[in-house]
Antibody, heavy 117, light 109 residues
Framework: QVQLQESGPRLVKPSETLFLTCGVS?????????WSWVRQPPGKGLEWIGE???????TYNPSLKGRVDMSVDKSKNQFSLRLNSVTAADTAVYYC??????????WGQGTLVTVSS | EIVLTQSPGTLSLSPGERATLSCTAS???????LAWYQQKPGQAPRLLIY???TRATGIPDRFSGSGSGTDFTLTITTLEPEDFAVYYC??????????FGQGTKLEIK
C-alpha cells in the first residue's frame, strides 16, 4: 500500500532554511499523481504549502511569499520541501501527502519542526 | 480567496447519536472540489469524503457527505467511540489550490 515518511531536522534556527524529504513507498512517484506538503502549527488548523509533479511542475501557496521550493528525486522515489528564511511562525507539524481526486488521499505521519535559536 | 467556515466549533454528543457538521464557503464551490478529513490527536488527517459525497476507500458507510454551492454537510449517522476527533473540510480551487476550514471538534458528551 502507499506509504509516505517525512524526514529531516527537527530544529531549525530563525532565518535559516527548513529542509524536509518525503520518502514514498508502494507506488512510483512518477505515477499520475501530484504530491503535496501541508503543515499544522501546534494546536491550529491545516495549511497547504504546495504541490509538485514528477516532471518538476509545481504550485505553491502565495501566502508563503516565494520562500518555498520543492523538488523531486525520481531515483530515490522521494520529493522534498525547502522553506527559506524561517521564523517562529513556521513552527509546525509538516505532512507530505499524495494528491487524489481534488484532495489528499494518503498522508505521512508528520514531523514536528521547531524554529528556535 | 474563498474562505471555508465550519460550524459548530465544538460539538458534544454521545456514542450512538447522530452528528451533523457544517462547512460554509464564502463563494460557491463546485461539489467536485469539496472534501472532508478526520484527524485524531497525534495523527495525520485521514480522507473521509471527496467530491462532496464520495466516501474514500475503507470509510464506513455511517459517514456521508452532502451539499452544494456554499453549504456542505458531513453526517455521521451513529457515532462510534472512535469517531470523536477533529473534522476539516477542504476545497480545491485557485490561489491557493487547497484551503481548509478551521475544523470542528467532535467531543464525547
Amino acid at each position: 500500500q502507499v506509504q509516505l515518511q517525512e524526514s529531516g531536522p527537527r530544529l531549525v534556527k530563525p532565518s535559516e532554511t527548513l529542509f524536509l524529504t518525503c520518502g514514498v513507498s508502494g507506488v512510483s512517484i512518477t505515477n499520475n499523481n501530484w504530491w503535496s506538503w501541508v503543515r499544522q502549527p501546534p494546536g491550529k488548523g491545516l495549511e497547504w504549502i504546495g504541490e509538485i509533479y514528477h516532471d518538476g511542475r509545481n504550485t505553491y501557496n502565495p501566502s508563503l511569499k516565494g520562500r518555498v521550493d520543492m523538488s523531486v528525486d525520481k531515483s530515490k522515489n522521494q520529493f522534498s520541501l525547502r522553506l527559506n528564511s524561517v521564523t517562529a511562525a513556521d513552527t509546525a507539524v509538516y505532512y507530505c501527502g499524495r494528491n487524489g481526486v481534488y484532495s489528499v488521499d494518503y498522508w505521512g505521519q508528520g514531523t514536528l519542526v521547531t524554529v528556535s535559536s | 480567496e474563498i474562505v471555508l467556515t465550519q460550524s459548530p466549533g465544538t460539538l458534544s454528543l454521545s456514542p450512538g447519536e447522530r452528528a451533523t457538521l457544517s462547512c460554509t464557503a464564502s463563494q460557491s464551490v463546485s461539489s467536485t472540489f469539496l472534501a472532508w478529513y478526520q484527524q485524531k490527536p497525534g495523527q495525520a488527517p485521514r480522507l473521509l469524503i471527496y467530491g462532496a459525497s464520495t466516501r474514500a476507500t475503507g470509510i464506513p458507510d455511517r459517514f456521508s457527505g452532502s451539499g452544494s454551492g456554499t453549504d456542505f454537510t458531513l453526517t455521521i449517522t451513529t457515532l462510534e467511540p472512535e469517531d470523536f476527533a477533529v473534522y476539516y473540510c477542504q476545497r480545491y480551487g485557485t490561489s491557493p489550490l487547497y484551503t481548509f476550514g478551521q475544523g470542528t471538534k467532535l467531543e464525547i458528551k
